[in-house]
């Protein structure tokens, strides 16, 4: 059974900093692809972030230059730090995880965190 648990998420004031983490667990499962989406209400799930285990890196348009991805592939563990909190960025930050190369889109992915709320205040 594959697990990802996400944490770090809460209410921060714009211009503030957040770092999510996403820890992936199963007994066989390695994950090549951990990537990171937001769901805003309303809203469709978005791309944010995506890592290969061989350090590829890949954002969304509205987080380049502001948040940072990477990992510790021994751990099993994703990071998502964001940098100069907009309240635009307000939602539900999911982490997705395959154990092979995924991409932007969600249905790439076949693992999936419950979520972590991250509220930025104005």
Do not use: H
Not at 11 to 26: I, K, N
Not at 46 to 51: G, K, Q, T
Not at 78 to 85: E, G, H, V
């Amino acid at each position: 059974q594959v697990q990802l648990v996400e944490s770090g998420g809460g209410l921060v004031q714009a211009g503030g900093s957040l770092r999510l983490s996403c820890a992936a667990s199963g007994r066989t499962f390695s994950p090549y692809t951990m990537g990171w989406f937001r769901q805003a209400p309303g809203k469709e799930r978005e791309f944010v972030a995506l890592i290969r285990r061989s350090g590829y890196t890949d954002y969304g348009d509205s987080v380049k230059g502001r948040f940072t991805i990477s990992r510790d592939n021994a751990k099993n563990t994703a990071y998502l730090q964001m940098n100069s909190l907009k309240p635009e960025d307000t939602a539900v930050y999911y982490c997705a995880a395959k154990s092979a190369v995924a991409y932007s889109s969600t249905y790439t992915y076949d693992y999936w965190g419950q979520g972590t709320q991250v509220t930025v205040s104005s």
